[in-house]
């Protein structure tokens, strides 16, 4: 890659296929690859990622919401799409586009058989979700003779998968609770299989449930953080490479005097001369306030430049006064070596939450 001359997030396409092959080599031959591309490829670029990965086979991508399932349609993505948390205001948009909602409760359910219905569809394929322990979205596992029944009176819809979600798949300490997750997914998934007669593909887990929990693979696995290149330990993060990197440059150089301030609300003041680096880059573009005041820092040419004061909307300022560096010269916000995640712990946050936060306006550019 060329030196950055703005703030730019650059795709590495090829750090994409070796985790895609990484975490494959974890399967079974025949257990099925779900990409998890919602929020934009966790802040990438859903689009090229799903493309990537459907030229790799990938056998299923899931968003969140439809109108990221509308997005991959456009840009050529025609294997099936799971949203994983459609609002029935968007029925109709997703069977014009063909997107395959995750169903959760008895409202949504007979929401969407109404618009199937209306919609004219015949076995409209759907995911029935249940809770098992994360509380958060989920059918319970005594609705299961309720959802078998609505499905007996109707052909519009039929049960494509049946899945469940794990809440602390990365974290070994809860393992006994994940285990307990896997268990009641396992009943409640036989019972429904019987209720209706037929086997839908079967799924639990996340990333981390499938580096963790090779015993609960079943039919197909979902991952997201894994194909970004974070594997939730420092174990399995040896194995994945973080495919973007955050790249800014040097705008302005400043001598800042003993006693002078720097920033908004002159939260830093100087105790001592030093010298500051101001970046385009700022909590516009997902460097949150929170990094600022010394809890985050950038590289320059090697070396660690904490961040000064307050993080302005649209810049922020470093303390470059031992660095060797000059107006103009690339800054590193976070890439393979200086990961995002362990940026993000200084502020208490984890991966998922930088990298998703790195705003549309930040230029995306590939490397294939
Ligand atoms: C986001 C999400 C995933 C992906 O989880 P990772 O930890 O990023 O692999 C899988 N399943 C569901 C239901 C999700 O919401």
């Avoid at 810049?315 to 660095?323: A, D, E, G, Q, Y």
Wanted: with cysteine.
């Amino acid at each position: 890659m060329p030196k950055a001359q703005e703030t730019v997030l650059e795709i590495d396409l090829k750090a994409l296929k070796h985790n895609f092959k990484y975490l494959k080599s974890k399967l079974k031959n025949n257990t099925k690859f779900l990409a998890v591309v919602k929020a934009f490829g966790y802040g990438s670029d859903a689009c090229e990622i799903a493309n990537c990965l459907q030229e790799l086979n990938a056998d299923y991508f899931a968003v969140a919401y439809a109108n990221e399932g509308v997005a991959l349609r456009h840009a050529g993505i025609t294997k099936p799409i799971l949203v994983l948390h459609p609002q029935a205001v968007n029925f109709k948009t997703l069977i014009e586009y063909c997107l395959e909602p995750s169903l959760y409760n008895a409202k949504v359910l007979n929401d969407f058989i109404s618009i199937a219905s209306a919609e004219k569809q015949t076995n409209y394929p759907i995911h029935i979700k249940f809770n098992t322990g994360l509380n958060r979205l989920g059918f319970w596992e005594n609705d299961v003779e309720y959802i078998a029944s609505k499905l007996k009176n109707t052909n519009a819809v039929k049960v494509k998968s049946t899945f469940s979600h794990l809440a602390a798949s990365e974290d070994l300490d809860e393992k006994e609770f994940t285990l307990s997750q896997i268990a009641s997914f396992k009943s409640i998934s036989e019972n429904f299989t019987k209720a209706i007669g037929y086997k839908p593909i079967l799924h639990i887990c996340n990333t981390s449930g499938i580096l963790n929990y090779p015993e609960a693979h079943f039919d197909m696995v979902r991952s997201g953080i894994g194909l970004y290149g974070f594997g939730n330990s420092d174990k399995e993060n040896k194995h994945l490479k973080p495919i973007a990197t955050l790249k800014t440059i040097i705008s302005q150089i400043h001598n800042i005097e003993k006693g002078e301030s720097v920033g908004y609300n002159r939260a830093f003041k100087s105790d001592a001369f030093l010298k500051t680096a101001t970046l385009p880059i700022g909590h516009a573009d997902g460097i949150g306030r929170q990094y600022g005041n010394g809890n985050g820092f950038v590289t320059i040419n090697g070396q660690k430049a904490d961040i000064v004061g307050n993080v302005c909307m649209d810049m922020i300022m470093v303390n470059i006064t031992n660095i060797d560096c000059k107006e103009g010269d690339e800054v590193i916000i976070f890439d393979a070596n200086h990961t995002a995640e362990n940026l993000a712990k200084n502020t208490n946050s984890i991966s998922y939450e930088l990298i998703t936060a790195i705003s549309q306006r930040v230029k995306r550019v590939l490397s294939k």
